[in-house]
């Protein structure tokens, strides 16, 4: 935090911004950019283009799960569902659609979702958040399966022409190709194609991580704000959020001393973020965004590792908060 660039962190409690570092800085955001999708979602039911109670089969979202690419997130949740008796018939509701995304950080949900909402109404709930520093969604799942796309549909490119040809691409080609390959997997196609996304090389890793979803921690803080304070959407929206963004409060122990809190969190081999949101019982209210792109496996392992700790001891320790305030005054915001 003292010393890395690729990196923003923003911290405010109880109305005051007490850390800000490399805030306008957009980072990738990985998963943690879902929550505008969760946002997206709540604001539909709400208006009633989407039914709570629908149901959704299975087999639906598996034309979406790209196997070994998700790090098990999508089989957790499947065998989550299977714990708590949730699927009916081969069927899931779709709530517990939108809530695998956000807790199990399934990558098959969201691009189910994206499609299911449309990624022009999911583009303008940035407009309508006012993220005017804030990268558009798209089909970033089919994404995934780009280099090997490329590598059966165009002859003349062989693995080894293969980087430099997605190096060379533009942003403009690689958004065109992701929506081709997510139609192509929504008419049932590409299903052997699947099979072979995995192994992929770090450059490649590198590639797709970087052509990520961008914004500032200091947009996400707003969102998290907005979120902790429960004043700008209206009941319904903001009940969904609650039941998508809270699974925190499911814990017998943070019950016992928070209010209400929420998170998402997002990673590649190259990038960990976390967004957070609380309030305690004495109604302290915090917001924390953590955002960390371009590190090395060590440095990924021990912010992986240690995250939770962190984020703990920041809402806990009043001396540990104050530090942050001692590295804000050294770096340039």
Same mark, same amino acid.
């Given at each position: 935090?003292?010393?890395?660039?690729?990196f923003?962190?923003?911290?405010?409690?109880n109305?005051?911004?007490?850390?800000?570092?490399?805030?306008?800085?957009?980072?990738?955001?990985?998963?943690?950019?879902? /929550?505008?999708?969760?946002?997206?979602?709540?604001?539909?039911?709400?208006?009633?283009?989407?039914?709570?109670?629908?149901?959704?089969?299975?087999d639906?979202?598996?034309?979406?799960?790209?196997? $070994?690419?998700? &790090?098990?997130?999508?089989?957790?949740?499947?065998?989550? *569902?299977?714990?708590?008796?949730? /699927?009916?018939?081969?069927?899931?509701?779709?709530?517990?659609i939108?809530?695998?995304?956000?807790?199990?950080?399934?990558?098959?949900?969201?691009?189910? =979702?994206?499609n299911?909402l &449309? =990624?022009?109404?999911?583009?303008?709930? @940035?407009?309508?958040?006012? @993220?005017?520093?804030?990268?558009?969604?798209?089909?970033?799942?089919s994404?995934?399966?780009?280099?090997?796309? *490329?590598?059966s549909?165009?002859?003349? =490119?062989?693995? #080894?022409?293969?980087?430099?040809?997605?190096?060379?691409m533009?942003?403009r080609?690689?958004?065109?190709?992701?929506?081709?390959?997510?139609?192509?997997?929504?008419?049932?196609?590409?299903? +052997?194609?699947?099979?072979?996304?995995?192994?992929?090389?770090?450059?490649?890793?590198?590639?797709?991580?970087?052509?990520?979803?961008?914004?500032?921690?200091?947009?996400? *803080?707003?969102?998290?704000?907005?979120?902790?304070?429960?004043? /700008?959407?209206?009941?319904?929206?903001?009940?969904?959020?609650?039941?998508?963004?809270?699974?925190?409060?499911?814990?017998?122990?943070?019950? +016992?001393?928070?209010?209400?809190?929420?998170? $998402?969190? &997002?990673?590649?081999?190259?990038?960990?973020?976390?967004?957070?949101?609380?309030?305690?019982?004495?109604?302290? #209210?915090?917001?924390?965004?953590? @955002?960390?792109?371009?590190? &090395?496996?060590?440095?990924?392992?021990?912010?992986?590792?240690?995250?939770?700790?962190?984020?703990? #001891?920041? =809402?806990?320790?009043?001396?540990?908060?104050?530090?942050?305030?001692?590295?804000? #005054?050294?770096?340039?915001?």
């Amino acid at each position: 935090m003292k010393e890395n660039d690729d990196f923003a962190f923003s911290l405010k409690r109880n109305n005051i911004i007490e850390c800000s570092i490399n805030s306008q800085k957009k980072l990738v955001l990985a998963s943690t950019v879902k /929550i505008i999708i969760a946002i997206e979602f709540a604001e539909q039911i709400s208006k009633e283009k989407i039914n709570p109670k629908t149901n959704i089969s299975l087999d639906v979202l598996d034309v979406f799960y790209l196997p $070994k690419t998700d &790090g098990g997130a999508h089989p957790e949740w499947i065998n989550y *569902l299977k714990v708590k008796n949730l /699927i009916q018939n081969n069927q899931v509701n779709i709530v517990e659609i939108a809530k695998g995304m956000i807790n199990f950080s399934s990558n098959a949900n969201t691009e189910f =979702l994206i499609n299911e909402l &449309g =990624l022009h109404n999911i583009n303008n709930q @940035l407009k309508k958040l006012n @993220l005017n520093d804030h990268d558009p969604l798209f089909n970033f799942v089919s994404s995934v399966m780009i280099p090997a796309y *490329l590598l059966s549909t165009v002859p003349s =490119l062989t693995k #080894k022409s293969l980087k430099k040809r997605m190096i060379a691409m533009s942003k403009r080609e690689y958004e065109d190709l992701s929506k081709e390959i997510n139609s192509a997997l929504l008419q049932g196609k590409l299903k +052997e194609l699947k099979k072979k996304v995995i192994p992929m090389s770090e450059s490649l890793q590198k590639n797709w991580s970087d052509r990520l979803p961008k914004s500032t921690s200091n947009e996400y *803080l707003r969102i998290m704000s907005i979120l902790n304070d429960k004043q /700008i959407f209206n009941n319904t929206m903001q009940e969904v959020l609650d039941k998508l963004m809270e699974q925190l409060m499911e814990h017998p122990n943070n019950s +016992e001393w928070l209010k209400h809190a929420g998170q $998402k969190g &997002g990673s590649t081999s190259f990038v960990i973020t976390n967004a957070t949101y609380i309030t305690d019982k004495e109604n302290n #209210k915090t917001e924390i965004v953590f @955002l960390a792109n371009n590190l &090395g496996y060590l440095e990924y392992m021990k912010l992986k590792i240690n995250m939770n700790n962190f984020i703990l #001891k920041l =809402l806990k320790d009043a001396n540990f908060r104050n530090e942050f305030t001692i590295i804000n #005054k050294k770096r340039t915001c």
